[in-house]
């Protein structure tokens, strides 16, 4: 599975974003899909995740009731949608793809996007 990530950008503070993560010539819907980013100096780090079905989804800590996950099958997407965004939030996010249930390792997930880079900053 070939993975695209998009919708990164430069950011304030208190700002909002949506992710985007796509794949061309096969269908996602049968892969939980999961966003990772990857701050300077640190691990890649489990962000959310979002199953098969889109019922049983996985929210680290410190993006609960800031970002939401979310994938429309018709168009082969799925989202993440971050508002609120703060500093700790920069960094590149990754998409990947499974085909069992959601995980929050990385280790766990098979296909890659190349990334995308967000940057919060004033």
């Known amino acids: 599975v070939q993975l695209q990530a998009s919708g990164g950008g430069l950011v304030q503070p208190g700002g909002s974003l949506v992710l985007s993560c796509t794949a061309s010539?096969?269908?996602?819907?049968?892969?939980?899909i999961g966003w990772f980013r990857q701050a300077p100096g640190k691990e890649r780090e489990g962000v959310s995740c979002i199953d098969q079905r889109g019922v049983k989804n996985y929210y680290t800590e410190s993006v609960k009731g800031r970002f939401t996950i979310f994938r429309e099958d018709d168009k082969n997407t799925i989202y993440l949608r971050m508002n609120s965004l703060n500093t700790g939030d920069t960094g590149v996010y990754f998409c990947?793809?499974?085909?069992?249930?959601?995980?929050?390792?990385?280790?766990?997930?098979?296909?890659w996007g190349q990334g995308t880079q967000v940057t919060v900053s004033s």
């Open positions: 010539g096969v269908s996602l819907e049968s892969y939980a």
């Open positions: 990947g793809s499974r085909s069992q249930f959601c995980s929050s390792w990385e280790t766990d997930f098979t296909s």
